[in-house]
């Protein structure tokens, strides 16, 4: 077992032939090269062939930037079919149960081993360079949001923040929309979309918390119930996984199934917290900034590792710097998107 104080050092030694790794995979396969929008940054994934490259690309295409620009973080992708990860420095009562690995408060990397998809994450804080390491295919809720660990790490000490929420609007004025499995989520930002709204997420999009709250798109996916997929059959017909087998939820990519819909960001003019009523008619109550912080932080905080106390900050302040709702969801699914597009117009400047 390794002990505490000389963890570091065993880290960057684990980093640095980790590295050595995905560099012969990258010869082996050939490096892809591509970039992306982070926010008002910008990040890069090295992928070691095509195939990964592609896998990863799908959920990202629509905020893919031109290759030849600047990177404010490097993510270097492989596959364990073309390389193995040496012998993990740390030992193995280090994992939490989440798959959050224990570093003894290390603060110059961050890890997360990603249960179910059997992804290790491994971010060199100093060098804005990390490892995403796949043993084998990504299932399809990974694919749909790579990397979430990653960004939560290397955004920690700026006003970003990875969020699990959904987002909707106009390219001058949106909403996030917000609230823990079943609560209506999906149902309201995809019959927003469906209703003629911009969409810049449906289940994980990148909040700016400072004082202009701020929602970047990061994924263009949206993920659909059976019966959640019955209500849109323009979409069923672009899902990417036919032939799932349940409990797997239908996936559709953005650039394949609502291109035109995809917007980079939009200022948060509001949150949403959606309740299904089984009423018709859909109508919106002010709400205090508490039940927002509630629907919004739970989730988020569980899927995120680490950072805790600042995320949570970061959420609180946003929740008090907007208006927040409760949307109580109509079963009149095109009446819907009017009562959120009235209320878009009402709080643009």
Not at 63 to 70: E, N
Not at 119 to 128: A, F, G, H, K
Request: charged share 20%; hydrophobic share 45%.
């Amino acid at each position: 077992m390794t002990a505490a104080g000389s963890l570091r050092p065993a880290l960057q030694g684990f980093f640095a032939d980790s590295v050595a790794v995905f560099e012969a995979a990258a010869r082996a396969r050939g490096l892809v090269a591509r970039r992306y929008r982070l926010g008002n940054g910008a990040f890069r994934i090295l992928s070691a062939g095509a195939a990964a490259a592609a896998t990863l690309d799908a959920a990202l295409a629509h905020i893919r930037l031109p290759d030849d620009g600047p990177s404010d973080l490097d993510i270097q992708a492989w596959d364990e079919a073309d390389g193995a990860l040496p012998p993990a420095p740390w030992p193995a009562d280090a994992y939490g149960h989440r798959g959050q690995i224990d570093l003894h408060a290390d603060d110059g990397f961050d890890a997360f081993y990603q249960l179910g998809a059997e992804t290790l994450s491994v971010l060199d804080r100093e060098r804005r360079l990390a490892l995403y390491h796949m043993r084998g295919p990504l299932p399809y809720w990974e694919r749909s949001f790579p990397f979430r660990p990653i960004f939560h790490w290397a955004l920690a000490g700026s006003t970003l923040q990875p969020v699990h929420a959904g987002a909707v609007g106009r390219p001058g004025s949106g909403v996030l929309v917000t609230g823990p499995s079943g609560a209506g989520k999906t149902t309201t930002t995809i019959a927003c979309l469906e209703g003629g709204l911009s969409y810049a997420g449906d289940d994980y999009v990148l909040v700016d918390t400072g004082p202009q709250p701020t929602v970047h798109s990061l994924y263009n996916t949206a993920k659909f119930t059976e019966d959640a997929l019955r209500r849109f059959p323009r979409l069923a017909q672009r899902v990417w996984n036919p032939d799932r087998v349940p409990p797997e939820k239908a996936l559709v990519f953005g650039q394949d199934g609502f291109p035109d819909a995809l917007v980079a960001s939009m200022p948060i003019r509001a949150i949403l917290v959606p309740r299904v009523t089984g009423l018709v008619e859909t109508s919106l109550r002010r709400v205090p900034a508490a039940v927002a912080i509630r629907a919004l932080a739970p989730t988020t905080l569980a899927h995120l590792p680490g950072g805790a106390p600042g995320t949570l900050a970061k959420l609180t302040r946003l929740c008090a710097a907007v208006p927040c709702f409760e949307l109580a969801a109509g079963t009149d699914l095109a009446r819907l998107p009017l009562v959120v597009a009235d209320l878009v117009e009402r709080l643009a400047p």
